[in-house]
């Protein structure tokens, strides 16, 4: 735990872990549907003594408040935790504890102890609302996750954004929304159909990965799995005829120091599974997009005239300024407010053109050439100012501006556009699938995706969606407990469904006992299905 903030130093606390209750993890994608497409909040638990046997030998020691907690044990700090296994230390999980991730158990009967549970990065996202990003052209899925992560406080430890397929026309039009972080990262891995993560690996205690829709496709094998055997269960440096090398001081023999590699698999070792028959089948794919199209506009136009006060200031100077603030709107017929990129700032005699009456006839050059404007582009507005100085005049004079233009490119977003792609007619009926692809603007994409969906679902296949396993019954079970994590592809076997084929893995879960021993589980996502 780190009690003095992210910057402090890190004090293990195994020592005050009640190993009689279980330490228990979930985190990751907890769904392989086709709209799975983001991690849910990951939780980590634990419990601490809280009783006169802890390291402190104080009860409360881990009751916030209490005249004896522990500096700095409270809720928002980051808690790590990792398994220690042939010497090599494993990272599982970072994260933070919540405003209710501490539970006190009370009472001099009772067991005297703290409950923690620990929340990750995923958590973050989810409640927190930010500002919308600045408005974007050109972007890719990871590209917009990267700016909408950009507004939050807390960032994660490491990132890895892959490979997107589509540049998307814009984003973040509308500056005066607040966005839910994840919501929004949802929104672009949908468009994408890619995946959003948090993964674990030996260099990273967290790693917030975005996928393209292709990743996986270009992730043909199993992952390798290295392992370094523990020393106690190496075997011993032989003789020809046989004998062991005894070490120099007599105390023991001269083990091997053995390593080997092998491709992630399970072979009907698992204690549990759960496998389905006909589940997520879909012979109608539903999609909606957004069209959206630009093009040179005159984003606001003033065909009246506004009234533009000078004064002389000083004797030798005449001076004004005068402040405008105009919502675009197309002279051409849009009825409604738009977007204006590429905005130019209004230029004299151009844009505008001061006269000294209200008939505006007469010459106007010798008025406007003194004026300036000054402008900001707010995406849905200009907000800027005329400023006219002309020292060669000294008296107070009321212009009139006409004409008054706003030039740039408009930017128009039009009524979102469903989409139907029907398969095969099935005696099971109609079942569709509705995929929300905000910043897809036509229809080609989300033809192809729908496509693909309709080949992979619209007819019933066993495929398995839950695999639990003990990581203790070898070292190959327990090598892939500890390295195996989220996007990591494995070949799987089970005798009695008769499945033989690879899966991703989509999400994570372990408990650990009080005598080490461990179950994990993943939840899968046939390699088949990633193949666009």
């Known amino acids: 735990m780190q009690f003095a903030g992210t910057a402090g130093a890190w004090t293990d606390v195994t020592d005050d872990v009640i190993r009689a209750t279980p330490i228990t993890c979930t985190y990751g994608i907890q769904d392989s549907s086709p709209l799975a497409r983001v991690a849910s909040t990951g939780t980590f638990n634990f419990s601490l003594d809280n009783s006169e046997l802890n390291s402190a030998g104080l009860v409360g020691y881990y009751s916030p408040g209490h005249t004896n907690c522990r500096s700095g044990f409270a809720a928002g700090i980051t808690v790590r935790f990792s398994v220690i296994y042939g010497g090599i230390s494993y990272p599982k999980f970072y994260g933070r504890i919540p405003a209710t991730g501490i539970q006190i158990i009370p009472g001099a009967n009772k067991e005297r102890k703290t409950l923690v549970e620990v929340r990750d990065f995923i958590e973050q996202c989810a409640i927190h609302e930010i500002d919308s990003p600045a408005f974007v052209q050109s972007k890719t899925a990871a590209e917009l996750i990267q700016l909408i992560l950009a507004e939050q406080s807390i960032q994660p430890l490491a990132t890895d954004y892959k490979t997107c397929e589509d540049t998307f026309f814009s984003a973040f039009e509308d500056q005066s929304l607040k966005l839910n972080c994840l919501s929004a990262i949802n929104d672009a891995c949908l468009s994408e159909f890619g995946y959003a993560y948090i993964r674990h690996d030996t260099n990273n205690f967290e790693k917030f990965v975005v996928e393209g ?20 269960l190496c075997g011993y440096l032989l003789k020809e005829d046989g004998g062991k090398f005894q070490l120099e001081d007599g105390s023991g023999y001269i083990k091997l120091d053995e390593a080997s590699v092998f491709s992630a698999s399970f072979d009907n070792e698992q204690y549990d599974a759960v496998i389905q028959n006909g589940n997520d089948l879909y012979n109608s794919v539903i999609t909606n997009s957004i069209p959206k199209e630009y093009g040179t506009a005159i984003l606001y136009f003033n065909s009246g005239y506004f009234p533009f006060e000078t004064y002389n200031v000083g004797g030798t100077n005449r001076m004004g300024t005068i402040s405008y603030e105009y919502e675009y709107r197309d002279i051409f017929g849009a009825a409604s407010p738009f977007l204006g990129i590429d905005v130019i700032n209004p230029v004299a005699t151009v844009d505008f053109k001061l006269y000294n009456n209200t008939s505006g006839t007469g010459f106007f050059s010798q008025y406007t050439s ?105 070292i190959q079970n327990m090598m892939s407990f500890l390295v195996l994590d989220i996007g990591d592809r494995f070949t799987y076997q089970e005798i009695v469904s008769g499945i033989n084929e690879d899966y991703f893995i989509n999400g994570v879960n372990f408990e650990i006992y009080g005598n080490n021993i461990i179950t994990f589980g993943y939840k899968t996502k046939q390699a088949s299905l990633e193949v666009f």
């Open 213 to 232: 829709r292709k990743t996986r496709t270009g992730i043909t094998s199993a992952t390798t799995i290295s392992v370094s055997t523990p020393i106690e």
């Open 370 to 474: 003194p004026v300036t404007s000054v402008s900001t582009n707010y995406g849905n507005k200009i907000v800027g100012s005329l400023i006219y100085a002309d020292p060669s005049q000294h008296t107070d004079v009321t212009f009139y501006v006409f004409g008054f233009q706003v030039r740039g490119t408009a930017l128009k977003s039009y009524s979102e556009v469903t989409s139907e792609y029907v398969g095969t007619v099935s005696q099971f009926g109609k079942s569709s699938l509705t995929i929300d692809m905000p910043y897809q603007i036509g229809t080609v994409i989300p033809s192809s995706i729908a496509g693909t969906l309709l080949t992979q679902y619209q007819n019933p296949v066993t495929r398995t969606e839950n695999i639990t396993f003990h990581a203790n019954s070898s």
